[in-house]
Nanobody, 124 residues
């Protein structure tokens, strides 16, 4: 049974930082491209960041480039999203996802497995 379990969300003030984690089980972690998506109230789920199997290649949405960093640790079957300089518009439920292909896709339909999400709220 494949499971992706996110954690690390919470309430943070503008300009603050959070680190999200996603622990993956039930699949060969090294064989999957991993992505982070987010969904704000009333909006569609959108791509945030992706990382290839090796961890050496990453891709970011323009809205988070320079502020967020995606990384992975194959010894822990975990993908991370370090979020700095947070803004109120970053408020959303954040989801991690796994894709068996080698490409970092930015569309939801390409991902095979999803986590349940973790809430991030940026507010003063």
């Amino acid at each position: 049974q494949v499971q992706l379990v996110e954690s690390g969300g919470g309430l943070v003030q503008p300009g603050g930082s959070l680190r999200l984690s996603c622990v993956v089980s039930g699949l060969t972690f090294r064989s999957y491209t991993m992505g982070w998506f987010r969904q704000a109230p009333g909006k569609e789920r959108e791509f945030v960041a992706g990382i290839k199997r090796s961890g050496s290649i990453t891709h970011y949405a323009d809205s988070v480039k320079g502020r967020f960093t995606i990384s992975r640790d194959s010894t822990k079957n975990t993908v991370y999203l370090q979020m700095n300089s947070l803004k109120p518009e970053d408020t959303a439920v954040y989801y991690c996802a796994a894709d068996h292909t080698i490409v970092i896709h930015t569309t939801l339909g390409q991902y095979d497995y999803w986590g349940q999400g973790t809430q991030v709220t940026v507010s003063s």
